[in-house]
């Protein structure tokens, strides 16, 4: 078995993140043009994955265009923020409103440091797309057993 070294800050730090991911998803966000009681969820919504080499972070914003964003990699945490802007000039009166717009930060702790200069972010039909390349010390790898 692979031995790792116990970083209690880095766990500790990590389940911070997750406690306040989990208090968006509960309370949500809400600004003054809305109630708090809507129950909206964080925004934005993001789905994780890795494979061997990657980790990829996927974020639903629709409408919003990639000058409005502002993407940062620091160790093994992955910062999105950004502003939706509302519409200037719609006419008519409102009956429902649920869509949310103002400035917004998501942070993401990963499990692993990630390669900061190779990260890469894509905008396309509303989903952004980062491509976290894996530090090479963080990638499994399979050890040769030898016998004397």
Same mark, same amino acid.
């Given at each position: 078995m692979l031995g790792t070294r116990w970083q209690p800050w880095? *766990?500790?730090?990590? !389940?911070?993140t997750?406690? $306040?991911? =989990?208090?968006?998803?509960?309370?949500? $966000?809400?600004?003054?043009?809305?109630a708090p009681f809507l129950g909206q969820a964080a925004f934005p919504l993001l789905n994780v994955w890795e494979d061997d &080499?990657?980790?990829f972070v996927e974020a639903?914003? %629709? #409408?919003? +265009?990639? !000058?409005?964003?502002e993407i940062f990699v620091n160790g093994s945490q992955l910062t999105? /923020?950004? =502003? $939706? /802007? +509302? %519409? @200037?000039? =719609? %006419? #008519?009166t409102w009956?429902?409103? =649920?869509r949310l717009y103002g400035k917004f930060t998501r942070i993401f702790e990963l499990p692993h440091v990630v390669d900061a200069d190779q990260v890469s972010a894509e905008l396309k039909q509303g989903v952004l797309t980062v491509s976290l390349p894996k530090q090479? *010390?963080?990638? %499994?790898? /399979?050890? !040769?057993? $030898? @016998? &004397?």
């Open positions: 880095l *766990e500790m730090q990590s !389940e911070m997750r406690l $306040r991911d =989990e208090m968006d998803r509960v309370f949500g $966000r809400w600004s003054h043009r809305r &080499n990657h980790y639903e914003l %629709p #409408g919003m +265009e990639m !000058e409005d964003l999105i /923020k950004g =502003e $939706r /802007k +509302e %519409p @200037a000039g =719609e %006419p #008519g009956h429902r409103r =649920e090479p *010390e963080s990638r %499994p790898r /399979k050890i !040769e057993v $030898r @016998a &004397n």
